[in-house]
């Protein structure tokens, strides 16, 4: 029995990607412009509306390909006027996607698998476990999804997303081979226009991910560090097991380099009650990064049904980042946003089916391409919750 061959992911492929498969079929390259922008700017579904491509090739593109854009299950609008959609992956599962306004901007929190496999303790996302990666497609089409319901409210601006995060569900560096050319797109003027400074991918610390990512592309880098000690962020982020600071940071600074003078690192560091906000914390974080350029990133804890942590109070959070700051570093304590509606980080659940047989799977890849821990080094469940989101 042959297995069949997957359709074309056509919201997924970049400009390099549409000139490879445009030549392979004996079609000019330069099509790739014309079949973007219907795709993109144009966010046609339909491809008998794409007037200046030849009925040959439209025909070609209907039979091997598809769309991936996930659906709308439901949206919902903060009283702060962040918005979050559920959204439907193509393996029925759901994702959530986060748009969150601002004075001139408008940020994107993207979701880059259906849950995640990472567990980290403070995280909602990975308490629903692990369901499958998301296509190129599905990580573009939440950016096409949002400018098109967001197309009326722009009025000063051409374009409602400005910047996207993938900071939605699941650890964007497992899922890189879709991650690159979905940034890709993001980047293109035939795409969304954003720039590299505007988008960001964010990582619990898959360290050759970022290596990889290195090599590829320069867009803005997020490390979610979360604890300024191996002990402590071994219990936090399970990962960092398998990757511990120092290797994390060595990657970084590395990356670093690559962003040039004008950018830094962004370390995030969700600040927790009594586990990781102490003023010895903040000491030993002021050492830890001296080598590293960066800036932090505080977020104060997001709590969800059945975690066990507390968020720090406003003090605290203020004296943490006074510390930081009198230390010379820029430290600033991220807003919560549409936590009404369960928008904020580390809120993000889903609806996700937690394939155990295939998470197993993908678990024992990842191990065995030594992207994460092996599961006797990273235990499941019960004292080592979850992450992501
Ligand atoms: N896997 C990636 C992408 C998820 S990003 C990563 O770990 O970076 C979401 C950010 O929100 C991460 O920094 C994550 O650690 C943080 N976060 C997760 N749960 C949180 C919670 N309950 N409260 C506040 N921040 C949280």
């Known amino acids: 029995m042959t297995t069949p061959t997957p359709k074309l992911d056509l919201l997924g492929l970049s400009q390099s990607g549409w000139q490879a498969l445009l030549t392979e079929i004996g079609e000019k390259p330069y099509r790739a412009k ?15 509306a794409m007037t200046d491509i030849s009925k040959p090739l439209r025909a070609y593109l209907a039979t091997h390909g598809e769309f991936n854009q996930p659906e709308i299950i439901s949206e919902r609008v903060s009283k702060d006027g962040t918005i979050k959609w559920l959204l439907k992956a193509r393996s029925g599962s759901a994702i959530e996607t986060v748009y969150i306004p601002e004075s001139g901007r408008g940020t994107l929190c993207v979701s880059s698998q ?7 303790t403070f995280c909602a996302t990975g308490k629903q476990g692990f369901n499958s990666n998301l296509l190129a497609g599905e990580i573009v089409g939440q950016v096409r999804m949002a400018e098109r319901r967001l197309a009326d409210r722009m009025k000063d601006r051409e ?44 990582t619990a610390g898959v360290v050759p991910g970022i290596w990889r990512l290195k090599e590829e592309t320069d867009v803005s ?33 590395s990356y670093a380099v690559n962003l040039g003078e004008k950018r830094t690192v962004t370390i995030e560091y969700t600040l927790i009650d009594g586990m990781n906000d102490q ?43 006074e510390q930081l700051v009198a230390a010379g570093y820029s430290a600033m304590v ?56």
């Open 114 to 120: 259906v849950g995640c496999v990472l567990d980290c």
């Open 334 to 389: 991220r807003t919560t946003r549409g936590d009404d509606i369960d928008a904020a980080c580390g809120q993000l659940a889903g609806q996700v089916e937690d394939r155990t047989k295939r998470n197993a799977r993908y678990r024992k890849q990842w191990a065995a391409r030594g992207l994460i821990a092996a599961s006797n080094e990273a235990p499941q469940g019960q004292g080592v919750p979850s992450c992501s989101a």
């Open 159 to 202: 374009r409602a997303v400005t910047n996207v995060v993938l900071m939605g569900m699941g650890e964007p560096l497992l899922n890189i081979d879709a991650v690159l050319p979905a940034i890709s797109i993001m980047m293109d003027d035939l795409g969304y226009g954003i720039s590299k400074r505007k988008v960001t991918v964010s």
């Open 221 to 253: 880098l997020a490390i979610s560090l979360h604890a300024p000690n191996d002990e402590l962020r071994n219990l936090l982020v399970p990962l960092n097991r398998r990757y511990n600071i120092e290797t994390l940071l060595e990657a970084c600074r």
């Open 34 to 48: 014309q079949i973007m922008k219907w795709l993109h700017h144009r966010s046609v579904d339909d491809f008998d």
């Open 279 to 321: 003023p010895q914390h903040a000491s030993e974080l002021i050492t830890l990064l001296r080598t590293l350029p960066c800036k932090i990133n505080l977020i104060p804890f997001n709590p969800f049904p059945g975690s066990e942590f507390k968020r720090p109070k406003a003090a605290r959070v203020r004296s943490f980042q």
